[in-house]
């Protein structure tokens, strides 16, 4: 669609029958122009229903929102002829209004959900379809790459945004496309309306505590791709061998058509059977149908073998031919930020970059790095600010219970005092009988702990990954733990070589 049409070709029923023309959608009243459907939606701190009256001054034909939005507005709009649809789920009738409003989306689309992982496997997935001769795409935290490229403010965009992107992949040709689904995005029905074939589930370790109540909040979440989203002749691809993946996989069953179990447990229908390490990459062995197969993984972490294997169970799931697929897995390049190579020394030790920004996360980056390095392993954590308290001493924790030596730094402060954020870091490092190293500037940070290393050493500078700027307070410096990298190992080897 995308011009003006009515309220009834939108699935939409106002009070009083009333009927309107839409010329266009809105979710900022600032955005708002004449003919729009704004919709007030409940928030985190404000609800939407405050914005009504601003709205319709400029010129909203219709307002969709729920009894606590229409009642906070109730006066502006008994005086306004604009149509009010009240929903009891405002932001999923938005998000099927933006499906029929945009109209136009990739023809296979699939979507990952997981604390950690879903970059690596949309992009893998992306990857695997170019490879096969796909227009393909992946869309979340690194913005949408490939047959169509565009930036993303979000890792799940609101559904305006995501279907005006979706619809301009479409029509620039693209067929397959991999997405990220947040919790975030699927606590707040961002991606209902989005035609999914399959959806993948990578795991579960704690993370977005600040947002989600507890811990089942925050799986129930998660879950909500499978109970929800995903349509009943979906196919769900599980990882089993995390420890909510046999619950993830029931909870899938009971919707989807099949479930793909991956993994390395015995019941895995795409199984990892052997895997082993080198300097650049690994071997995998594995099953598809009692078929063994042998490839070369470009990518270190062992964790990374896992995401390659998910992002092959979704293109398998969307139809793609096993062994054609498998074929493809050779050619994978690794996600920026993700357990990326960042600079090597002429002393042949080397430093990765890592997106791990909570304790599990620490744990697995640390721990997949190790069977690839001879000597020591250094490690440098921080903690994002105004994020989820609780898991700071555990990411101090994790990185000396996996690494030889640990620096602790600031990542994004935001508005909290960076030393305040520090300190709780270093207590879960220390309280593990290791000795932690405090260095404030992160520059300096990744300065020292390349000075660290000896011939056969790894760093690996974890938490900000691919981000190119630190926050702190309201300003955005420009930062990139790569780039930085790369700075202090020239810096450190000038002349040496």
Known sequence: ???????????????????????????????????????????????????????????????????????LAADALDASSAALIVAEDPRQVLAYTCALWFGQQPACMVAVTGTNGKTSVASFARQIWEEMGKHAVNLGTTGVEGAYEAPLAHTTPEPITLHRVLRECARAGVTHAAMEASSHGLAQRRLDGVHLCAAAFSNFTQDHLDYHSSFEEYFKAKAGLFTRVLPQDGVAVINTDDPRGDEMAEIAGMRARSVIRVGRAGDADLRITGQRFDATGQDLRLEWAGRASQVRLPLIG????????????????CGGDPDR?????????????????????????????????????????????????????????????????????????????????????????????????????????????????????????????????????????????HETGQVVGDTVFPFDDVEQASVAVSALDEGMA
């Open 1 to 71: 669609m995308g011009q003006a049409t009515s309220l009834r070709d939108l699935g939409l029923t106002a009070r009083g029958g009333r009927e309107a023309e839409i010329a266009g959608l809105s979710v900022d009243s600032r955005e708002v122009r004449a003919g729009h459907l704004f919709a007030a939606l409940p928030g985190v701190h404000v609800h939407g229903g405050k914005f009504i009256e601003a709205a319709l001054e400029a010129g909203a034909a219709a307002i969709l929102t729920d009894a606590e939005g229409a009642r």
């Open 302 to 317: 062992g964790f990374q073998a896992e995401n390659a294997v998910l992002a092959a169970g979704l293109v398998i799931a």
């Open 325 to 465: 697929v498998i074929e493809t897995l050779p050619h994978l390049d690794t996600v920026r930020g993700r357990m990326q190579l960042a600079a090597t020394r002429v002393n042949g030790s080397a430093v990765f970059v890592d997106y791990a920004h909570t304790p599990g996360a620490v744990a697995t980056a640390l721990q997949a790095l190790r069977p690839h390095v001879m000597g020591r392993l250094v490690a440098i954590v921080g903690a994002g600010g105004d994020r989820d308290t609780t898991k700071r001493p555990l990411m101090g924790r994790a990185a000396a219970e996996h690494a030889d030596a640990v620096i602790v730094t600031d990542d994004n402060p935001r508005s909290e005092d960076p030393g305040t954020i520090r300190r709780a870091v270093l207590d879960g490092a220390r309280g593990t009988g290791a000795h932690a190293l405090e260095v404030a500037d992160r520059a300096e940070a990744i300065l020292r702990g390349v000075d660290m290393l000896g011939p056969g050493d790894a760093l690996l500078i974890a938490g900000k990954g």
